[in-house]
């Protein structure tokens, strides 16, 4: 309820919100657009098919062991596995927003490796038949299972630091402290920043903090720590690796400078992370896939990489445009060097030039451009210019009837 005293809510540039018969309409397709997701009735016939097996057959089969390969309890396990996995495909074009869904698609693929279950016939696969798919391995996983290769996402911080968010949204921010760019359910990375010079409202990202989670037969939790003058070729505990599970050489970390540039490949989850020292500041680049990217909970909303900055983080054009000792003309000029086309990039670095009055920050901003290509090769399709820091980022993509529509089909489907 409005206060009766507070002045009426300003009307959104995007029109008037939307009508009350528009909202009705909305919730009255709820239940037939909620209905149309069948892994309740999915996953119902699965327990259904394996009450035997509860009861009478292989205790351990549901549990991941204690099951003998090609016993009766295997085999039934298996024809309940294919039955499960065919349900799931007839709706899967309907349960893609789903979260039920997808834990359902993974518990079936990893209970299928488990029991060495074919994918067509009544029991486990023959010893002698194709090996079964490495679940430390993401891409070849997915690609089995979905019949195409996975989505991948890009967020990058440097400078000044500027974040690309997944949304190739640019924000320069002012962020002090340490501040969140990704928290889900497999990876958490954290960048702790502090100002570029003393009074600047501009920050540097001083400290990187990347932690790999527990991940089953992948990998123990491994951190990552970084600091300027200090890129470690390991992990904290020292080792290179995701430990002694079997699937531990899914996540190594090399080194293509000492010192300057080290690279973490997390082939379990389908991602490349960089991380770079120049000009006295760190820069981090991920290519991620979309599926890790987006699982995270409701109380895991502040993420850089996922939102952009905060609206009350982000520098406005004012501050944006101070000028320090280097003037804006030769700032121009010395970013034109590596970067000959005025996009988000060009901008970014003549900002740093700017504010920081140093000229090796150049080369934050053309690193940057490098990751982000070596990443997404059709990067030239895109126009990236700066987003505007006084638009939340939600805004500037939808219209706020189309918003409040989503808000309501969201709320139908909890």
Known sequence: MGDPGQPPSPRSPYGSPPTLSTLTLLLLLCGHA???????????????????????????????????AGGVGSSGLCRALRSYALCTRRTARTCRGDLAFHSAVHGIEDLMIQHNCSRSGSGPARSSGPPAPDPCDYEGRFSRLHG?????????????????????????????????????????????SSPVAWGANATTTRKLTIIFKNMQECIDQKVYQAEVDNLPAAFEDGSINGGDRPGGSSLSIQTADPGSHVQIQAAYIGTTIIIRQTAGQLSFSIKV??????????????QLCVGGCPPSQRLSRSERNR????????????????????????????FDVLISGDPNFTVAAQTALEDARAFLPDLEKLHLFPSD??????????????????FVLWLCIQ
């Open 34 to 68: 909620h209905s149309q997701c069948k892994i309740l009735r999915c996953n119902a016939e699965y327990v259904s098919s394996t009450l035997s097996l509860r009861r009478g057959g292989s205790p351990g089969a549901l549990r991941g062991g204690g099951g003998r």
């Open 148 to 192: 195409r290769p996975p989505g991948f996402l890009h967020c990058a911080s440097f400078g000044d630091p500027h974040v690309r968010s997944f949304h190739h949204h640019f924000h320069t921010c002012r962020v002090q402290g340490a501040w969140p760019l990704l928290d889900n359910d497999f990876l958490f990375v954290q960048a702790t």
């Open 289 to 302: 896939a979309e599926e890790v990217a987006r699982a995270f909970s409701a109380e895991q909303d502040l």
């Open 323 to 350: 000028r320090g000792a280097i003037t804006i003309d030769t700032a121009r000029q010395l970013c034109k060097e590596g970067l000959p086309v005025e996009d988000a990039y060009f901008h970014s670095c003549v």
């Open 389 to 406: 820091a006084g638009v939340p980022l939600a805004s500037a993509a939808f219209p706020a009837p189309f918003l409040s529509g989503l």
